[in-house]
């Protein structure tokens, strides 16, 4: 199952300048208070629009897959995709 999404959502994130990536998501939270706890984070890369970038992270609870956008320019995540790793 997958389902396409552009949902606003709340992340707990680590922004630290010893990191390799500088930011890892730990958990987020959706509109409707499902809290999903990060277990492992996959690729992350600069998508660009123009001159707007979001960066992308694709992580998993352990159950599920997960994409995440952060609109540098307004300083936002997005739950973007979700799909089940049954597939």
Not at 19 to 44: D, M, Q
Not at 50 to 70: E, V
């Amino acid at each position: 199952m997958e389902n396409m999404l552009h949902e606003p959502i709340s992340v707990d994130a680590v922004f630290d300048v010893t990191l390799p990536h500088r930011c890892i998501p730990r958990a987020f939270r959706t509109k409707t208070g499902r809290e999903v706890i990060v277990t492992e984070i996959g690729l992350i890369h600069p998508k660009f629009d123009g001159i707007k970038t979001h960066f992308m992270f694709d992580l998993t609870d352990g159950a599920s897959d997960y994409r995440l956008s952060f609109d540098t320019e307004r300083l936002e995540w997005f739950l973007e995709w979700e799909g089940d790793q049954n597939v």
